[in-house]
């Protein structure tokens, strides 16, 4: 068990979802806690906050890095909504439910742009359905309006990286500004 846990109060049995590259995830009861050894889990506390989103509840510091604590999201991603799709579901009933789960993501990143902010690094799993409401996660890489300690952004997941933003990563060490432009094509790499 990671000592934050104990030193935040956080409540409940500590489940370790995730550990790489600098990152860890726990769930401890029904809070998410992203620790990283650099800026990052911090950084997207900072966007969370300022985007006014209800599972936000903390972040800081730690002696290694950042941290970043919100209420658990117990949804369904983007990956899990459109599994009718993998395998092939051509009934009318999966069809629509693939139709909806889509258009709810291109409104969610549709409000997150009207908001000032791109993601960065949008993948499947970083869309969540939750009680009638799609949350846009991870946003550790975001841009925007609200000042948030800065880092030299290298781009996202391959497979959802829009051309001209791999081009860049190509071309140049320099930070790569995020687009509108290039989240919606990783959205509908993400959809495909």
């Known amino acids: 068990m990671h000592p934050l846990i104990t030193e935040l109060g956080l409540d409940g049995d500590p489940k370790l979802l995730h550990e790489r590259r600098g990152t860890t995830f726990f769930k401890v009861g029904d809070t998410a806690l992203k620790i990283t050894d650099g800026l990052m889990a911090g950084r997207e506390g900072q966007v969370v906050a300022a985007l006014g989103a209800d599972h936000y509840l903390a972040h800081g510091d730690h002696e290694q890095g950042t941290w970043l604590a919100m209420r ?6 983007l990956w899990d909504a459109l599994e009718p799709a ?85 071309h140049t060490t320099d930070h790569i500004a995020t687009t509108h432009e290039a989240d919606v094509w990783s959205l509908a790499a993400s959809l495909f």
Request: net charge negative; hydrophobic share 45%.
């Open 72 to 77: 658990w999201i117990d949804g369904t991603s």
């Open 86 to 170: 993998h395998r092939g579901g051509g009934t009318p009933a999966a069809r629509r439910l693939i139709l909806t789960a889509a258009a709810e993501a291109a409104e969610a990143l549709a409000d997150l742009h009207a908001a000032g902010w791109t993601h960065g690094d949008l993948q499947p799993d970083h869309v969540v359905f939750e009680d009638g409401a799609v949350r846009i996660i991870d946003l550790a890489c975001a841009q925007g309006p609200v000042p948030v300690p800065f880092y030299v952004h290298r781009g996202g997941l391959a497979h959802t990286t829009a051309p001209e933003i791999a081009a860049l990563i190509l």
